[in-house]
């Protein structure tokens, strides 16, 4: 079965940090360009990063810039987010796609005093 699925998520305080996972199986992510995204309740899923699938540009939405940085472990098939100086505007559910072709099920992230 093709899936990818994202752990990592949980709670934490404000100016906390969590790294999140997108593992593959069934498929190699080598080839695919990675975006994050994040949903909010009761609004429309956002982008929140990138990585290209040779590694060598990533994209940031203003919002999470200097604060979550993206990378790929191809070796591992993962690929990660880092999330530092965590806001409670960050809590939503995260996900992570592999170029809109497959998606996870999502992690929640919440943040909160």
């Known amino acids: 079965q093709l899936q990818l699925v994202e752990s990592g998520g949980g709670w934490t305080q404000p100016g906390g940090s969590l790294r999140l996972s997108c593992g593959a199986s069934?498929?190699?992510?080598?080839?695919?360009?990675i975006g994050w995204f994040r949903q909010f309740p009761g609004k429309a899923r956002e982008g929140v990063s990138c990585?290209?699938?040779?590694?060598?540009?990533?994209l940031y939405a203003d919002a999470v810039k200097g604060r979550f940085t993206v990378s790929r472990d191809n070796a591992k098939n993962t690929v990660y987010l880092y999330m530092n100086d965590l806001k409670p505007e960050d809590t939503a559910v995260y996900y992570c796609?592999?170029?809109?072709?497959?998606w996870g099920q999502g992690t929640q992230v919440t943040v909160s005093p």
């Open positions: 990585i290209s699938s040779s590694d060598k540009m990533t």
């Open positions: 796609s592999a170029a809109g072709d497959y």
């Open positions: 069934g498929f190699s992510l080598d080839d695919y360009a």
